[in-house]
């Protein structure tokens, strides 16, 4: 069964020209970044006695304890040395194949532009990237960590991610939605499809071909053409050895 799953995938990869991709954290997990909800996750890491793994990353937290808010991020968040894994260099040669490849990622890791993917929308924003209060934004390369502080020119950024309690950027959801209804393959990767509004957008989408692989079973296994509950590393050398 598994097999023919990962013969379909490949005719599906043929056939299709606009692919767009949904990634989560369960992409990621092989480059050695911990995803956010399961056990032992970053949740977890950052609960602490008096208030949880998501209230560690969200805007009153920020505000009100800016010294461990900054701890947190800079121990569980911040990973500037991660590199691409087999998951993010597939979607890259999909692209240097001549597929146009748009991914709409939930993480913030920017392993995706590592790996060299040209079309990348983050929904969350990203974690290598830095901004200062007039709006100006700054790359993980150009700040200094200062008693576990991100400067850039001796001035205090704050991580360009969205935070619980923060808004979306509007037009990029759009963004996202347009590229979904029109793509010919979906391909949702890593997720656990809970999270809105990430998780809404293979409603979008319109076509025959769909594919999801992800570790545990998600509220819209049934939505999709071929589901695979596998790690996606191990998919993706299947899918290159056939």
Do not use: C
């Amino acid at each position: 069964m598994k097999t023919k799953k990962i013969e379909k995938i490949q005719q599906y990869l043929k056939s299709a020209q606009k692919i767009a991709v949904i990634t989560g954290a369960g992409i990621s997990t092989g480059s050695g970044i911990p995803d956010f909800r399961s056990s032992g996750g970053v949740y977890d890491q950052l609960s602490g006695i008096n208030y949880s793994g998501a209230e560690a990353l969200s805007d009153t937290f920020l505000a009100s304890q800016p010294d461990l808010f900054y701890h947190n991020f800079m121990k569980h968040i911040y990973y500037p040395n991660a590199k691409p894994n087999d998951g993010h260099r597939f979607l890259k040669k999909l692209e240097d194949e001549g597929h146009k490849v748009t991914i709409i990622t939930q993480n913030i890791d920017g392993l995706h532009q590592k790996a060299g993917s040209s079309a990348v929308y983050e929904l969350h924003g990203s974690a290598l990237r830095f901004r200062l209060p007039s709006g100006q934004k700054v790359s993980y390369q150009e700040i200094e960590v200062q008693d576990e502080k991100p400067y850039y020119n001796e001035q205090l950024v704050r991580p360009d991610i969205v935070l619980y309690g923060e808004m979306l950027d509007e037009a990029l959801l759009f963004k996202s939605i347009k590229a979904v209804a029109e793509a010919g393959l979906l391909l949702v990767i890593g997720t656990s499809l809970e999270v809105y509004p990430a998780a809404g957008l293979p409603n979008y989408f319109d076509g025959d071909l769909s594919v999801l692989i992800t570790k545990a079973p998600t509220p819209l296994d049934r939505e999709f053409s071929i589901v695979l509950h596998e790690d996606i590393n191990e998919v993706i050398k299947e899918l290159e050895s056939k």
